[in-house]
C-alpha cells in the first residue's frame, strides 16, 4: 500500500511489466503488422471496383448451311446483348418475311420443343454434337418435340400474328444453356455475306 500511495504523490509511472519468458520478443511487432495489414486490405475492399466477369462462352460454331427463311432476309433488327441478366435488349434477330412463309432448320438436329409460349408459336431444335440450340417465333409448328431436323427441313410457317416486328417477321434466337447468343454466328462469311443472285453476261455473247 506505502508503494502505490507513494507513486501517486509522486506521479512516476511503475516501469512497464516485462512480457513472460515463452513469448518471443517481437510478438507485439507482429500483432502490430497483422493490424496494419487487416486495416488496409478492408479499405481497399470498401472501394474495390466489382470483380471480373467470368470466362466467356466458347465461340459459336458455323455450323448453319441456310437461312431460317428465303434465301438472305432483310434483318429488321439485330443482336443486342443486354449488359445484365434482366437488362432490356434483343436476344435474337428479326427477319423479315412474310406470313405463311415455310421456316427452316438451319443444321442438323432434334427438336426439343414445340409448342405456344405467351400465346405465340415457338419451335426450339437442340443442335447436333453441340450444347446450342436455335429457336423459331411466331411459327406455326409442322414438327413434334423428338422429330430430327436436318438442314433446310421444314418446322414451320410464319404465323402472321405474335410478332414484335412493324411487319411480319421471324424472331430467331440462339442459346447456350441459358445465355443468348448471335445467331447470325452460326452462318459462314459466304452465306452470311451473300447478296441476291445476279446474271452475268457470258463472254464473247453480244448482250
Request: with cysteine.
Amino acid at each position: 500500500m506505502r508503494r502505490h500511495d507513494r507513486t501517486a504523490r509522486t506521479g512516476q509511472a511503475l516501469p512497464p511489466t516485462p512480457l513472460p519468458a515463452f513469448l518471443p520478443a517481437f510478438l507485439p511487432t507482429l500483432l502490430l503488422t497483422l493490424l496494419l495489414t487487416l486495416l488496409t486490405c478492408t479499405a481497399r475492399a470498401s472501394g474495390a471496383p466489382p470483380p471480373p466477369p467470368g470466362p466467356r462462352a466458347s465461340s459459336v460454331p458455323t455450323l448453319a448451311s441456310t437461312w431460317p427463311v428465303g434465301s438472305h432476309p432483310l434483318v429488321l433488327r439485330g443482336w443486342e446483348p443486354p449488359a445484365t441478366v434482366y437488362a432490356r435488349g434483343h436476344r435474337g434477330v428479326d427477319l423479315a418475311t412474310p406470313a405463311g412463309e415455310r421456316v427452316r432448320a438451319v443444321a442438323a438436329g432434334r427438336v426439343s420443343f414445340a409448342g405456344r409460349v405467351a400465346g405465340r408459336g415457338v419451335v426450339s431444335v437442340q443442335l447436333a454434337g453441340t450444347d446450342l440450340r436455335t429457336t423459331y417465333e411466331p411459327v406455326t409448328a409442322t414438327v413434334r418435340k423428338g422429330d430430327e431436323v436436318e438442314p433446310g427441313s421444314a418446322v414451320g410457317t410464319v404465323e402472321i400474328t405474335g410478332s414484335h416486328c412493324p411487319t411480319t417477321c421471324v424472331h430467331w434466337g440462339l442459346l447456350r444453356g441459358e445465355t443468348y447468343l448471335n445467331p447470325l454466328s452460326l452462318l459462314p462469311p459466304w452465306l452470311l455475306n451473300r447478296g441476291p443472285s445476279r446474271l452475268l453476261p457470258v463472254l464473247g455473247t453480244p448482250l
